[in-house]
């Protein structure tokens, strides 16, 4: 969600803050801002609504310099999008704020602080972070201190990076419950809420952890922890590259990203396959004996990742034996749990990041879970730290909000875990090196889906006029048919629902008529036939039909349908290969809407708040 970037250097900070900023557009926002101490007891502070660029323009009519300050892009929760609510937020010229989560005692803390003689001037629940500081400040507290005190009256989740305009040597950050990185350079040092904000300057991080406060100068970092004892945090290196999040020769971020679809998945595969069988040191050293000690599985996502969730549910329940619970992250904590013994529960989050699903991990640390698993993206994330095993996916970034390489790095880990469980409950070997066999093609295989690109750019013209759509799917495809319907509704804002084909007759046929696309997936598998007759069903109300179906279905084009021929595909990897189509509709159809693709209204990348 919002975007933190601040730092304290020995040259003027403003175009590096500009640049991490822009660097972090994808995780979606309403304003932007920036604040910076031109000299001491100076502070100049510029804040936009609308995108970067807006900020940007502005401040080429009112230059930000200075060596020391905070940025911010801020995506609503607590008062409607407007310049007043941008952050950073300053109290009385004397201390700057910027910060991420949400407090959740801010109304209490609000009608004291007003009582007291403060005036607000936003409708945020960041304002009494900014008022409760300069308190502290007024009291004589240096800025370390005064940070820690404040900190200590909130509740909910925080990352704060804050600048006493009366102290020009040091900035201050904290986190609980929301990110926050230390990028490392030469004479200066750097905050942001994510890496890619601060890879044109630096790729050594120290990663906060919850309850870390640091204090931050041009040639030092000094860390607390929770407890106000002196820590030291490992340096980390990262891998990734400025030029590693550029569009390079795509239009768009969301294009790139499908099409790096069969390099995310070999990145995946690389070094967790043998020859005939998926190495169960991929999740950890201890995965083999806690699989092997296992009697049930709960996967626990949100968003499209719970879709995965969805389809990973019929490979292990197939090919293990084990039964498999799948939970809404945002929902899984407010209701009574019933953990069978032996349950592994199994967390899925692109970001790991995601706040319901952190919430929900920490929830099933005490409910007596045999292990806790992450499936992630990002390696120095909350939810891998605080899991028992982990598989990272490498996808690599993923900036356009709407999910495509990750959502297929997530399937092809859940599949690889498959294999690893079903192996330590039986999977015969010949049925597991099919597997292996399965997913070392799957690269070359999406690449043969990715060549339909072209017709169905074409296709995607037919929808443009469209108010709603429904996807149809069965089995292991409705799943992918749920993923569909997100992807369109997600960037191009038409309505699109999904549904088992066979539920048409229970209700969704009353909506199927002339103006009503219906898209099914139909891969060549034993729900062919009962699928064709549901789809009989939509075509006899007049519904116009667009099937993408394997090579090997013997489904004739007529008078309102549509057929596009997918390569042949085996049944278990069929819902990756499936998916490739529905997100290229998506994006196409959204073009040509002229909808803003990478960067939807109201949504934002890392869901970061609950």
Not at 266 to 273: A, F, N, Y
Not at 327 to 355: C, D
Request: hydrophobic fraction near 40%; aromatic fraction near 6%.
């Amino acid at each position: 969600m919002c975007g933190i970037v601040g730092g304290i250097s020995q040259r003027e900070v403003a175009a590096i803050f500009l640049e991490g900023l822009r660097r972090l557009e994808y995780r979606g926002y309403d304003s932007a801002g920036m604040a910076v101490l031109a000299a001491p007891g100076e502070l100049r502070r510029v804040r936009t609504l609308g995108k970067v660029q807006c900020l940007a323009d502005e401040m080429a009519r009112n230059p930000l310099p200075g060596r020391l300050g905070i940025a911010h892009t801020r995506w609503a929760t607590h008062g409607e999008p407007a310049e007043r609510n941008a952050h950073p937020h300053v109290c009385r010229d004397r201390c700057a704020v910027v910060h991420n989560g949400i407090i959740e005692n801010h109304q209490r803390l609000r009608e004291e602080q007003a009582a007291a003689g403060h005036i607000f001037t936003s409708d945020t629940d960041t304002e009494v972070i900014a008022h409760a500081l300069h308190d502290r400040l007024e009291a004589g507290r240096a800025l370390p201190e005064a940070v820690g005190d404040t900190i200590r009256s909130l509740e909910g989740a925080y990352a704060l990076g804050v600048l006493d305009t009366r102290d020009p040597d040091r900035l201050v950050a904290a986190r609980y419950g929301s990110p926050l990185v230390i990028g490392l350079g030469f004479g200066e040092n750097f905050i942001a809420s994510d890496v890619f904000a601060l890879l044109a300057v630096t790729q050594r991080f120290i990663f906060l952890e919850d309850g870390d406060l640091a204090e931050i100068t041009r040639d030092a970092v000094r860390i607390w922890n929770a407890a106000g004892e002196s820590v030291e945090r490992p340096v980390k290196t990262s891998g990734l590259y400025a030029d590693t999040v550029e569009r390079g020769p795509y239009r768009h971020y969301m294009l790139k990203e499908i099409f790096e679809q069969p390099r995310a998945i070999g990145d995946t595969l690389e070094g967790r396959l043998s020859r005939n069988h998926v190495l169960p040191q991929a999740f950890g050293t201890e995965a083999e004996r806690i699989f092997q000690g296992i009697q049930a599985i709960t996967l626990v996502a949100c968003g499209t990742s719970f879709h995965a969730a969805l389809v990973a549910r019929y490979w292990i329940e197939s090919l293990t034996g084990l039964p498999c619970n799948v939970e809404v992250a945002s929902e899984y904590r407010y209701r009574k749990q019933v953990v069978l013994a032996g349950t592994l529960f199994v967390t899925i989050s692109q970001s790991g990041e995601t706040a319901d699903t952190l919430a929900a991990l920490r929830m099933a640390r005490q409910l007596g879970y045999a292990a806790t698993l992450a499936i992630c993206n990002v390696p120095e994330s909350s939810l891998v730290r605080e899991s028992d095993l982990v598989f990272l996916t490498h996808a690599g970034p993923e900036i356009g909000v709407a999910s495509t390489k990750a959502f297929t790095a997530q399937l092809t880990a859940l599949l690889l875990l498959t294999t690893v469980i079903g192996r330590c409950h039986g999977l015969d070997r010949g049925s597991e090196e099919q597997c292996v066999d399965l997913l070392r093609g799957l690269p070359g295989k999406i690449r043969e889906v990715l060549a339909l690109d072209g017709t169905i750019g074409t296709l995607s013209e037919r929808f443009v006029e469209k108010r709603h759509t429904l996807f149809l799917g069965r089995g292991d495809q409705y799943p992918i048919a749920l993923e569909g319907a997100l992807k369109l509704k997600e960037i191009s804002y038409i309505h699109a629902e999904a549904y088992p084909a066979g539920e048409l007759k229970h209700g969704p046929l009353a909506l199927i008529d002339e103006d009503m696309p219906v898209v099914a997936v139909a891969p060549n598998d034993k729900l062919l036939e009962k699928l064709k007759s549901n789809l009989e069903e939509v075509r006899a109300r007049g519904g116009e039909l667009f099937v993408f179906a394997d090579d090997r279905v013997a489904m004739a084009e007529a008078r309102g349908t549509t057929v596009v021929r997918l390569p042949r595909i085996d049944g278990l990897v069929s819902p990756l290969l499936f998916t490739i189509p529905l997100q290229l509709l998506a994006y196409h159809v959204a073009v040509l809407k002229g909808t803003d693709v990478d960067q939807p209204r109201n949504l934002a990348k890392s869901v970061t708040v609950e």
